[in-house]
């Protein structure tokens, strides 16, 4: 398995930078520079996938995309981290896809550059509707343990991570931090803090003791729309010593901006996991 965790140092380190039913969904993948130095994974010669699935149990039933990465279907006997990706508001599960996750992931996992991992990408498009304010407790109490029963994830903490982009950033800080048992990295794309957390973030934090907090990473455009709640957030962490990455970037709150990130997004969340990717 993969260590423990490293108890955090007193002082914060912040790096910043200014620069089954299931359903194939298709992406149109576009090449990607592959490293001369690279190691290229043993199922080169296999794709990645991305399906939609159900879970009926739940009030609205709670629909997903999940890609399923290349040796996934060959190797059997294998189980694979996880990582769960949030979409912004007005948006639906297919945000990521759009974005490029799937063909950026193949061609990662195929370069040998990232392990093979399974991405949930769930689906939150009753943000405004009664239903939207159920969204989390869907996730945590329904969708997880669905997909643990159902694909070959490992589940546990150190193989389970949470991001989004936007609303799903909001969705991300409230979910990770009250239930840092469950995700060991958390990522954080140009947040929509919910109004309903703001008071309440730092006393958040100061709940996570330090051995508990996930990784964290923070990004955010100098023009993004929500800089004005990002920024006092991201003093809060550095204030209670929550260690984490703060990546400072040109652009705004747009889909151009995330999509030109999503390669080190995956690279991030993939890092963690490269020493043991399958838990044995």
Not at 137 to 159: E, K, M
Not at 226 to 239: A, G, N, V
């Amino acid at each position: 398995m993969i260590p423990a965790q490293t108890a955090l140092a007193p002082t914060p380190t912040v790096t910043v930078t200014f620069s089954s039913s299931a359903v194939p969904v298709t992406f149109t993948p576009s090449p990607l520079p592959v490293s001369a130095t690279s190691t290229p994974f043993t199922c080169q010669d296999e794709s990645g996938r991305v399906q939609k699935d159900v879970v009926e149990t739940t009030k609205p039933p709670q629909e997903f995309l999940i890609y399923l990465p290349p040796c996934y279907e060959s190797s059997t006997d294998l189980r694979f981290p996880v990582l769960y990706l949030l979409h912004g508001q007005t948006y639906t599960d297919d945000q990521w896809v759009r974005l490029g996750v799937p063909q950026i992931a193949d061609q990662l996992i195929h370069a040998g550059e990232i392990v093979p991992f399974v991405i949930v990408f769930p689906d939150d498009r009753y943000w405004n509707l009664e239903a939207g304010s159920g969204f989390g407790n869907r996730l945590i109490n329904a969708l997880i343990p669905y997909v643990d029963a159902n694909y070959r994830t490992l589940a546990d903490r150190d193989h389970r991570s949470l991001g989004g982009l936007s609303r799903g950033g909001g969705w991300t800080v409230e979910l990770g931090f009250v239930h840092p048992e469950l995700f060991g990295a958390l990522g954080l794309h140009s947040p929509a803090i919910f109004v309903k957390d703001g008071p309440y973030i730092e006393r958040m934090i100061e709940a996570l003791p330090e051995n508990d907090r996930p990784q964290l990473w923070l990004d955010v455009g100098d023009v993004d729309s929500e800089l004005s709640s990002i920024i006092p957030f991201e003093e809060k962490l550095t204030s209670n010593n929550f260690i984490h990455e703060f990546h400072f970037y040109p652009g705004a709150h747009t889909e151009d901006y995330w999509g030109d990130h999503v390669e080190e997004y995956l690279r991030w969340y993939a890092q963690r996991w490269m020493e043991n990717p399958t838990g044995e």
